[in-house]
């Protein structure tokens, strides 16, 4: 969020660097569905095995999980080395904002270790009932990248002016002070976790069971990996100023999403817990709190934007027509945060339960199967008559909704078939 806001404001090529940003960000969430499916899997299998007292069981999870987050950095530092050149020009032929995209992309690839990482290790801590200790974590990167921006992107202090590198460099290093500071709690403070190295060692059966859960969280969070870039290219033949509108917004959509997440990894280890311990009336808690949070966060969420949809519209120095089509994405896709909300929070519970197909059902609902065709077919009529451009937004109200709908009549099928 605070990243876009000062690369928007450089002092020349501002809307192009936001545009590279926005081209960049499908393997930035990439790289963070990976990470964080394989900790949503090692987060219930770990929580399931302490509620089973199984000690062992639960390090050796944890073990899996590191050495699969060394091979989920291998993979993305071979794809920043050889492969964002082509992945970008994909999507445009401008050349100077291809150039950008490929310098900031390349660095977040190569330096990923702190996202996969943190990734895991935040999981970890979450999973022994710690999640105070990872959102301190989160702060502290979050705070680094902060201060980190406006220096490296526009020079001061004696540092030199980067530009979108120095964006990039800002975020690794963010990224890399939240998975330091993650993996000294977890050796502080999991004391339910014992970190010998034998438990490094690849185990079949340890990465199927983490997998089991984690793939299809994987999936899920690689849709809307898949859906950004879909939209991205959709976007561009309306309109290139739609892409960076786009681009900004989403980035909005995520803070307020963030707290969704949150309180989605909080629900997973408790109900996973209780149901490890065979708990029906804690089961039931944990869902029925889980829920009124989520609803209450997002419809606070939704107020805030809506009533300040001008004034957050105005910090970017956008172009006019950049601007429109930000300020009507606001007011149109706002509007469904609280079926998204929804949405989210019964994914924590269908993994608890051990339902990641149900999971993955929803994921690719809201982030393909009702996004992609809708917005495309938006996106025909908008290209027709630029009058009506605000009707694409709408794509992403019709996919919550309806996907709220189904996730009803699932969480009804798989309650009633594990917790009953």
């Not at 969020?1 to 960000?25: I, K």
């Not at 009533?307 to 469904?336: C, D, E, H, Q, W």
């Amino acid at each position: 969020m605070w990243t876009v806001f000062f690369v928007s404001n450089m002092s020349t090529n501002g809307e192009e660097a936001l545009n590279a940003l926005t081209l960049a960000f499908p393997v930035q969430m990439l790289m963070v569905a990976v990470g964080i499916g394989t900790g949503v899997g090692a987060n219930a299998l770990i929580s399931k095995c302490l509620g089973e007292k199984n000690l062992k069981n639960a390090s050796k999870a944890a073990g899996n999980a590191i050495f699969l987050g060394i091979v989920i950095y291998v993979v993305f530092l071979l794809f920043g080395l050889f492969g964002v050149e082509a992945y970008i020009k994909t999507q445009s032929s401008n050349t100077l904002i291809v150039s950008m995209a490929c310098e900031y992309l390349k660095i977040c690839c190569v330096v990923s270790m702190g996202i996969v990482f943190f990734s895991i290790f935040e999981k970890m801590l979450q999973a022994t009932g710690k999640s105070m200790l990872s959102t301190i974590s989160q702060i502290l990167g979050a705070v680094t990248n902060i201060v980190l921006d406006p220096i490296m992107i526009y020079g001061l202090l004696g540092c030199p002016e980067f530009g979108v590198k120095g964006a990039a460099y800002a975020t690794v290093i963010g990224q890399c002070v939240s998975f330091l500071s993650a993996f000294i709690f977890h050796l502080i403070f999991n004391k339910e976790i014992t970190n010998n190295p034998k438990y490094l060692a690849p185990s079949l059966k340890t990465i199927k069971q983490i997998y089991l859960i984690g793939l299809p969280a994987i999936i899920a969070q690689a849709l809307m990996s898949f859906m950004t870039y879909a939209l991205n290219v959709i976007l561009v033949t309306v309109d290139e100023a739609m892409v960076t509108a786009y681009g900004l917004y989403y980035k909005i959509y995520q803070f307020v999403l963030f707290a969704a997440f949150g309180i989605r990894d909080a629900i997973t280890p408790i109900v996973a817990f209780n149901f490890g311990m065979r708990s029906k009336k804690r089961i039931n808690e944990g869902i029925k709190y889980g829920l009124i949070y989520t609803i209450v966060v997002m419809l606070f969420g939704t107020a805030i934007i809506e009533i300040f949809a001008k004034p957050f519209a105005s910090l970017f120095g956008l172009s006019g027509v950049t601007n429109s089509y930000l300020m009507s994405a606001m007011r149109i896709i706002t509007l469904s945060f609280v079926f998204a909300g929804i949405n989210i929070a019964l994914q924590g519970v269908f993994q608890a339960l051990m339902g990641g197909l149900e999971s993955l059902i929803i994921s690719a609902l809201r982030q393909l199967v009702l996004i992609v065709p809708p917005a495309y077919m938006f996106a025909l009529i908008a290209r027709n008559n630029n009058d009506m451009s605000f009707i694409i937004w709408f794509t992403f109200l019709f996919a919550e909704i309806v996907t709220a709908v189904v996730a009803y009549f699932l969480m009804k099928r798989i309650y009633k078939k594990r917790v009953k």
